[in-house]
């Protein structure tokens, strides 16, 4: 066995151990003396990407086999060599240094315990995805419940992967993006129920950013060591044609989005509600409705999608909460033809998107003939929407332009908004009538033939912040 001590401020270091001959596994275990964000990516003899981990307090571990490697690693042969370990730790830049202090041990041929749960491997040792984003699941043309923002034990969240598909296919979702902290899985689950699809949150100090459909993992290897480096070097992992780049609780602080210099057309989605459970979600999303309102009214069309950021196990709570932090709450549906990745990422791309926690939303637009995010040419509208649950009273605000012009009182019984023709766009949300929180949103229908929408009137976030800023003063 080999050990390593030592501690890393904002950087990274490489440590390196020669790998015999003939071996059957290599292991690799890692603790920090307090907890933060402590990144490990493994690299074979022949620079061949192994496997990564976010090491923690609790001791974690890669096992890397020929065949059957554990949690966040590759199959593949064993070289013999000189093997490294790259130690990134990017928490420091714009946020309080937090020193890590780490124990590493490198160890072979250790008896490690063989997960039985069913994986196919999605990534190979180039940091390439090997996904295929076009198999089908399901061949139907129907609204998919999925979760777009959710953690396992592979970063910083509590659950392992078999128990994390135990209850996403409990909650009965459809489709499922692994998002961990700079890591993409490179095993997913197989699932008869349930389409599991690779994902990474690019995580720096000016913020988080999911990538959908990501065609390569983060080597962060020849990357300049500051947050605006890494996130440049996320958005690379994106593929034009699959992908789909996500903001992550854009004001929700000290997580919140400001990295001024990203180009809002790179942007597809943007989170409006993140993990509703947490105590400054509610502020948050209505903060983040109101960046969402000034984007479209500059003319970018990005959807607004929802996240449960879970990282929690089904009976633990968030400090003050009384329900649980789980994936799928809130859920994000999406209209694809047949459930496929590459269906349901265009569905996203499109905005053929509507969010909720729990309110059961129906609806439909003039009669079942238009589609959220559609160019309807600002023709008059028709919404028919109804809830499923009971335990709460929900209205639906009509938003035109970014200003509510008018609510109803939703119930089981389909109730009628009637929107007249000449909008730029037009979005219906839907809150909780006691506490008026955001439950949910139908994105928005807009009319392509507006200035906006062909010239937008800001280019960069920093620009967007300046106008917005601007408008409230």
């Known amino acids: 066995m080999t050990q390593f001590h ?51 307090k609790t001791h974690k571990s890669l ?29 420091g830049e714009f946020r309080s240094e937090r020193p890590m202090q780490y124990h590493v041990d490198f160890s072979f041929d250790a008896e490690t315990k063989v997960s039985q749960l069913p994986l196919t491997q999605v990534a190979n040792t180039n940091h390439q995805l090997t996904f295929d ?70 995580t720096t100090d000016l913020g988080h950013f999911n990538v959908h459909g990501a065609a390569r993992s983060l080597d962060l290897r020849q990357v300049t060591h500051t947050s605006a480096a890494v996130i440049e070097a996320g958005l690379a992992l994106a593929d034009s044609g699959q992908s789909a780049i996500a903001i992550n609780h854009p004001m929700m602080k000290p997580w919140h989005w400001h990295y001024d ?71 994000t549906f999406v209209f694809s033809h047949g459930l496929s990745g590459e269906g349901i990422i265009s569905g996203l791309r499109n905005s053929h998107v509507y969010l909720e926690r729990q309110c059961g939303l129906s609806f439909q637009i003039n009669q079942g003939s238009i589609m959220p995010g559609q160019d309807t040419q600002g023709s008059a509208l028709t919404y028919e929407l109804s809830v499923l649950d009971d335990s709460l009273d929900y209205i639906a605000e009509v938003v035109m332009n970014g200003e509510v012009q008018s609510r109803i009182v939703l119930s089981q019984q389909f ?42 009137l800001v280019d960069t976030w920093g620009e967007l912040m300046e106008r917005l800023n601007s408008d409230e003063v």
Not at 156 to 175: C, P, R, T, Y
Not at 436 to 456: H, L, M, R, W, Y
């Open 6 to 56: 030592g501690e890393l401020t904002f950087g990274r270091t490489q440590l390196s151990f020669d790998v015999p001959a003939g071996i059957h596994s290599v292991s690799v275990t890692g603790t920090t003396v307090t907890k933060g964000f402590l990144y490990a990516a493994v690299y074979d003899a022949n620079q061949g990407f192994r496997g990564k981990v976010l090491f923690e």
């Open 63 to 91: 096992h890397i086999q020929k065949q059957n490697s554990g949690f966040g690693a590759l199959d593949g042969n064993l070289p013999h060599g000189r093997w490294t370990i790259e130690l990134y730790n990017l928490e």
């Open 133 to 202: 984003y076009n198999k089908i699941l399901n061949s139907e043309s129907r609204w998919y419940r999925g979760d777009l923002h959710a953690h396992t034990q592979l970063s910083d969240g509590h659950n392992s992967l078999e128990a994390a598909k135990n209850i996403v296919e409990s909650q009965g979702l459809d489709f499922f993006f692994f998002t961990e902290h700079n890591i993409c899985q490179p095993k997913l689950p197989q699932s008869e129920k349930c389409l599991f699809l690779p994902g990474i949150e690019v």
């Open 261 to 331: 210099a990203i180009q809002l057309s790179q942007i597809s989605t943007f989170e409006v509600c993140c993990d509703p459970t947490w105590s400054t979600s509610a502020k948050a999303a209505d903060e983040a409705i109101k960046v969402l309102n000034e984007m479209w009214n500059c003319g970018h069309r990005i959807t607004a999608i929802g996240g449960s950021d879970s990282h929690l196990e089904p009976h633990e709570r968030n400090p003050k909460a009384t329900e649980p932090s789980i994936y799928g709450d809130p859920s």
């Open 415 to 456: 109730q009628t908004l009637e929107i007249p023709e000449g909008y730029k766009w037009c979005r219906i949300d839907i809150r909780r009538q006691h506490n008026n929180e955001f439950e949910g949103c139908i994105n928005p229908v807009f009319d392509a033939s507006q200035s906006i929408f062909k010239t937008p």
